[in-house]
């Protein structure tokens, strides 16, 4: 639940519609299942189009936004921060998602944004 979250929302922080991440599960005897949710996600994709074209954004700046979103992801103070959020979340049993999204988004927000600083 976690990582999806945090995946949609970089996509999100970077200006890409989160529809073009999905994280589902199907197990190997479920070849039946696992050709639906591709087949399902290759529609959706499709009916997004190019990328940068339905976020309404140049490629070159969401190619920027991306770096960006990707060198925080990668950072190693944003995954201490987010093992940190991980045993909070524990400790007071609180997973619920308006306390994941509020959390979630401050750590992100401040991380790519100091990437975004770095790359300007």
Not at 66 to 73: D, E, G, Q, R, V
């Amino acid at each position: 639940m976690l990582t999806d979250h945090f995946i949609k929302r970089i996509l999100i922080q970077a200006g890409v519609k989160p529809e073009r991440f999905a994280l589902e599960w199907a197990s190997a005897a479920e070849a039946p299942l696992y050709v639906k949710l591709i087949t399902q996600f290759t529609k959706k994709v499709k009916e997004l189009g190019p990328l940068g074209e339905a976020e309404g954004m140049p490629l070159e700046q969401l190619k920027t936004k991306l770096a960006a979103a990707k060198a925080a992801a990668a950072s190693v103070k944003l995954r201490t921060q987010f093992a940190k959020f991980t045993k909070d979340l524990r400790a007071v049993n609180d997973y619920s998602a308006q306390s994941i999204e509020t959390k979630m988004a401050e750590k992100l927000n401040a991380a790519i944004a100091r990437e975004m600083e770095k790359s300007a």
